[in-house]
């Protein structure tokens, strides 16, 4: 199928997006109105605007919002605080339904405070992170459970978005991935997608897709040595998808490895967020052709377009079909 054709089915189909929902604040600063304070003497850091997205799993649902996806939902939790209610706003925004967001005063709301010189227009101080370390509380973590059970049947797509590095504290515990491998079996037409940042290995049934050096650890983790096809089995996963960035996707599965090949592309701007708009293209695409090669074709094709913006970009489907006519079959 062509871009074009793939694009026509986007509006049709619709999309939940699982997991660690962040606020993604960017902070602008001015070095010259850094005097020190007066109680401690420490110069400050005077920020003179501030702009607020979705990022994490909201930067996957900013993708599809992007893409045209028909209709898309957010499960996740995030805290009773400020942050929250900005990060509710902007979902709101994007036409995302928070339907399934649980809110609790007990999690804060993981946020990534980014501060950026507004004379070199660069990020050039330590980013101060909100994150939680402590484990789900069991509320939480039921009621996430049981909105993934009944929000499961009302969409095409589940995109898992698995982002905390800490060992505890993240959205996906092991009681949702174990509903997420009893979902993928029951319902084997659903895509169920999964991107993973340091617990690949532990997902059971599903499609998943990590970067190069998040399957080696996986596999090194799971298996002692690294082997995609191997890993593959571990998991049962029904596809492993492993980006390699310029080089394009590997494709594993049960017949063997494919490469699907990406455009190279010239002095990248930003790559934060390319794998996640890679997942929102590729995944959609994936529900409409049912093919593997073509799904990462498109994935490619749009991850080329967002890391030539700064920040989390997303794609349009006027951006993808204008940078598909450059593009090998």
């Known amino acids: 199928m062509t871009a074009a054709e793939i694009l026509d089915g986007f509006p049709k189909l619709s999309a939940l997006v699982v997991g660690d929902i962040c606020l993604d ?12 304070s007066r109680e401690t003497g420490i110069p400050r850091i005077a920020v003179v605007a501030t702009r607020v997205t979705p990022g994490a799993a909201g930067t996957v649902a900013n993708n599809l919002a992007a893409l045209k996806v028909g209709r898309i939902g957010m499960l996740g939790a995030i805290g009773g605080d400020g942050f929250g209610f900005e990060l509710l706003r902007e979902l709101e925004a994007i036409h995302v339904s928070a339907e399934y967001v649980v809110r609790s005063p007990a999690v804060p709301t993981f946020t990534y405070t ?19 370390p402590l484990p789900i509380p069991p509320d939480v973590e039921h009621s996430l459970a049981q909105h993934l059970r009944e929000a499961a049947d009302h969409y095409d797509a589940i995109l898992v978005s698995d982002q905390a590095e ?30 993973s940042r340091v617990r690949s290995e532990l997902f059971r049934n599903v499609i998943v897709k990590p970067n ?18 191997a890993l593959r089995r571990h998991m ?94």
Request: glycine content about 8%; proline content about 6%; some cysteine.
């Open 166 to 195: 800490t060992t505890q504290g993240g959205t996906i515990t092991a009681q949702l991935r174990g509903i997420l491998a009893e979902l993928a079996l029951q319902h084997p037409k659903k895509i169920v997608w999964v991107d």
């Open 236 to 329: 049962r996963a029904k596809l492993l998808l492993v980006t390699h960035g310029p080089l394009g996707a590997l494709l594993v599965h049960e017949r063997g490895e494919e490469w699907a090949k990406t455009q190279p592309v010239e002095k990248p701007v930003d790559i934060c967020g390319a794998g996640d708009s890679f997942s929102a293209g590729a995944a959609c695409a994936l529900a409409i052709t049912g093919s593997p090669r073509e799904a990462a074709r498109f994935g490619n094709l749009v991850a080329s377009i967002t890391i030539m913006k700064k920040g989390t970009g997303t794609a349009s489907p006027e951006e993808v079909l204008a940078a598909d006519r450059g593009w090998p079959e």
């Open 212 to 229: 190069r050096e998040e399957a080696e650890a996986a596999s090194l983790r799971a298996l002692g040595r690294v082997d995609y096809p």
């Open 25 to 36: 604040r960017w902070c602008r600063y001015d070095p010259a109105l850094a005097e020190p």
């Open 114 to 132: 980014k501060l950026i010189n507004t004379i070199t227009d660069e990020e050039d101080q330590p980013r101060v992170d909100f994150i939680n």
